[in-house]
């Protein structure tokens, strides 16, 4: 079994900033990617940015040159530093996490609880 946790939500005004972390621990044999993920009231959910174990960023588009995804070396836990907040921002953020399983080595995904950001005007 996994377990994601997040942390680093909150309330912030327009043009403030937040740092997210996720730590996964477990029964993981390896991490493939980890990333954030987003929903907003009434929206679906997106992806917001992930990181590959060979280090390869991915962002949706309306957070570029905003947000930056980051890892420890330890690769179990990954940071989102968001800059430049906007009210669109708001929403619950989730962590999800690609893994090998150490008890089968099948790759499995895990989601966090989520943690709730919120940006006002």
């Known amino acids: 079994q996994v377990h994601v946790v997040e942390s680093g939500g909150g309330l912030v005004q327009a043009g403030g900033s937040l740092r997210l972390s996720c730590t996964a621990s477990?029964?993981?044999?390896?991490?493939?990617?980890m990333g954030w993920h987003r929903q907003a009231p009434g929206k679906q959910r997106e992806l917001v940015s992930n990181?590959?174990?060979?280090?390869?960023?991915n962002y949706v588009d309306s957070v570029k040159g905003r947000f930056t995804i980051s890892r420890d070396n330890a690769w179990n836990t990954v940071y989102l530093q968001m800059n430049s907040l906007k009210p669109e921002d708001t929403a619950v953020y989730y962590c999800?996490?690609?893994?090998?399983?150490?008890?089968?080595?099948?790759?499995?995904?895990?989601w966090g609880q989520g943690t709730q950001v919120t940006v006002s005007s």
């Open positions: 477990g029964s993981i044999f390896r991490i493939n990617a």
């Open positions: 999800n996490v690609e893994y090998r399983d150490t008890r089968d080595y099948i790759t499995r995904g895990a």
């Open positions: 990181i590959t174990s060979g280090g390869s960023t």
